[in-house]
């Protein structure tokens, strides 16, 4: 469906616009009482969900025209992959467990999460430039 591959390009943009400019930084207050930032816990946990469902419809989900599961392949997989990253940065800041039993995920994905940023940021953009290209 076209609405999902927009909004796969949209989603892969700003999560790896998020993990990129990750300051830490306060959120700006737009209305009264409303918050919305990139750099909200709740708002990047919705962002995060939501990037990886999409990551998963796109797996699931063809363009007409384009070959079934590997036809959006890279978008899906970065997609997935920031928005883990971005779901298990919530977990790791609100859970209890002991920093030893997520070690290995937060060496692998949260130390990377710059990288991982770039990569979807650019399946957004090649995504976008090249919609009809086999993996993109």
Not at 66 to 90: N, W
Not at 98 to 120: D, M, Q, S, V
Request: charged residues 15%; contains cysteine.
């Amino acid at each position: 469906m076209i609405q999902f591959y927009f909004l796969s390009i949209i989603l892969n943009a700003l999560t790896g616009y998020t993990l990129i400019t990750d300051t830490g930084e306060d959120d700006a207050v737009i209305e009264s009482g409303f918050r919305w930032s990139l750099h909200n816990e709740t708002c990047r946990l919705i962002l995060g969900i939501l990037t990886i469902l999409m990551g998963l419809l796109k797996i699931l989900s063809v363009v007409q025209g384009d070959v079934a599961v590997i036809g959006d392949l890279l978008p899906a997989l970065a997609g997935f992959l920031a928005g883990f990253v971005l779901a298990f940065e919530y977990y790791r800041n609100r859970s209890t467990l002991e920093p030893e039993h997520t070690e290995k995920i937060e060496h692998l994905l949260i130390r990377n999460k710059k990288w991982i940023g770039f990569i979807a940021l650019t399946a957004a953009a090649l995504h976008f430039l090249f919609p009809s290209v086999l993996l993109l």
